[in-house]
């Protein structure tokens, strides 16, 4: 008799919320638990997104994402298993949780100072993400080194290449992507004078109501590595979070200026390079 498939596993996301040495709890009557804020993703709901949302739908409370973490996995009561993705989470308000008002899925949420959030957690395999997130120590930013989406052909255009637009497919991956970089809480962006760039990373600018930065040297026709890795020492020192929206020729030289691995991004994907005073303290890929 054949085995009959597995059911995939149960996603959630989440964050471990770190402010001030204190760590933001929630308690489920339904479990009679102590845990972090996460929860299930919605359908067609990126992971990033997710962690977001449940975090400030469960505790009130607004957050940018840092690094990641290492995603939990563990069997449910009903067999099936259950897959949780988690990240650092960072306060972008006061944070402030007194007024939360209880409900029958969170009936207290609450700041605790590490070591008694350590000993509150009812499971193992929290304490050992909480562990984790303390690692990473002071809080970091991001810089998202984003690759353009999907353009049109390079031999179907007879144009000046520069004005080689996105395709109806690159045009749907910008728009995939403003949940995406929002988790991070970016305000700074700086892309290349190429008009697939500026058109990736419109959406974003139109919802969130930032400015956007070109630079020459970003593109493919006039990259000049010194050039490059001024820009990116400059966002390094940047006070606040930042996107840098580029072509595949030109990624290898940020990738140099920030001193990370090189990742072959595929159209619309991008590589987050959390830093803090200057130097790059994690990385995470995200693939269209």
Known sequence: MATPPS???????????????????????RYDDWAFPKGKLDRGEHALAAAVREVQEETGVDIRLGPRLTSQRYDL???????VHYWVGRVTANGDVSKYAAND?????????????????TYDYDRETLD????????????????????????????DDRLRPLLASGA???????????????????CST?????????????????????????????????????????????????VVCS???????????LGVEHEKLEPGGFVVAHHRDGRVVATELHQP
């Not at 009561?77 to 897959?83: E, I, L, S």
């Not at 969170?106 to 000993?119: E, F, R, T, Y």
């Not at 008009?195 to 000049?224: D, H, N």
């Open 7 to 29: 059911r995939p596993a149960a996603v959630s996301a989440g964050a471990v919320v770190l402010r001030r040495e204190q760590v933001l709890l929630v308690h489920r009557p």
């Open 77 to 83: 009561k009903n067999g099936r298993q259950k897959q």
């Open 105 to 121: 899925e969170i009936d207290a949420v609450q700041w605790l100072p590490v070591a008694k959030a350590a000993k509150r957690l």
């Open 132 to 159: 984790e997130a303390l690692d990473f120590g002071k809080k970091t930013l991001p810089l998202i080194v984003l690759r353009h989406g999907h353009a049109r052909q390079r031999k179907n255009w007879k144009r």
């Open 172 to 190: 749907a991956q910008a728009e995939h992507l403003v949940p995406k970089i929002a988790a991070y809480g970016v305000e700074r962006l700086v």
């Open 194 to 242: 190429s008009v697939r760039c500026m058109q990736t990373i419109a959406p974003f600018i139109a919802i969130e109501g930032l400015g956007l930065k070109t630079e020459v040297a970003l593109s493919e026709e006039k990259m000049r590595p010194n050039r490059i890795a001024g820009v990116v020492d400059s966002l390094l020192t940047s006070p606040v979070g930042s």
């Open 247 to 257: 072509h595949r020729p030109v990624l290898p030289y940020i990738f140099d200026a």
